[in-house]
T-cell receptor
């Protein structure tokens, strides 16, 4: 089963622009994580935000979490062509030993 | 630390044959391993959860007799796709969790299965 939705499904921007992706989920969570996946490749873990955190930064990435709205956003600033990939949010429930549940993903294309 | 490997990375087989995919935690003991499947341009869908030494728990719609999962040790889980058919062609990704870091999962690089 999938936890939630991401929007937009696809996003095309120019290098240097910012990209914002949103994720919504349905149940209470322990944490929410964002992953990147280049075409045909494995997952790259980007950032984890815990349920008691509201915002987190890592380099050009900024993640927010609103547990009241059950939503999160990923902002990539000053995008580069190398940021072209699919981005997935994944939620971890409060029960230990349960799997991450992935959203449907956003495909980002950054053109130079 | 926390490295997970998968073997093979890519496999092509004929319809009707069985394929085994291995998932290993290289530097930690994985008390729980998860198997996901990803079809082209789609997200990861959880197939099953396996705990070392016990039977796997399958998600709804996943045939346990077709996708055999064995988690015989704390560092190895295997997924066997039995009597594979073209519709089983997919990207299979495993992940592992250790009891000391229960809310973290470490992902393998994935196995691309193509059934002709």
């Amino acid at each position: 089963s999938q936890q939630g939705e991401e929007d937009p499904q696809a996003l095309s921007i120019q290098e240097g622009e910012n990209a914002t992706m949103n994720c919504s989920y349905k149940t209470s969570i322990n944490n929410l994580q964002w992953y990147r996946q280049n075409s045909g490749r494995g997952l790259v873990h980007l950032i984890l935000i815990r349920s008691n955190e509201r915002e987190k930064h890592s380099g050009r990435l900024r993640v927010t979490l609103d547990t009241s709205k059950k939503s999160s956003s990923l902002l990539i600033t000053a995008s580069r062509a190398a940021d072209t990939a699919s981005y997935f949010c994944a939620t971890a429930l409060n029960q230990a030993g349960t799997a991450l549940i992935f959203g449907k993903g956003t495909t980002l294309s950054v053109s130079s | 630390g926390a490295v997970v490997s998968q073997h093979p990375s890519r496999v092509i087989c004929k319809s009707g044959t069985s394929v085994k995919i291995e998932c290993r935690s290289l530097d930690f003991q994985a008390t729980t391993m998860f198997w996901y499947r990803q079809f082209p341009k789609q997200s990861l869908m959880l197939m099953a959860t396996s705990n070392e030494g016990s039977k796997a728990t399958y998600e709804q719609g996943v045939e346990k007799d077709k996708f055999l999962i064995n988690h015989a040790s704390l560092t190895l889980s295997t997924l066997t796709v039995t009597s594979a058919h073209p519709e089983d062609s997919s990207f299979y990704i495993c992940s592992a969790q250790t009891s000391g870091r229960a809310n973290e999962q470490f992902f393998g690089p994935g196995t691309r299965l193509t059934v002709l």
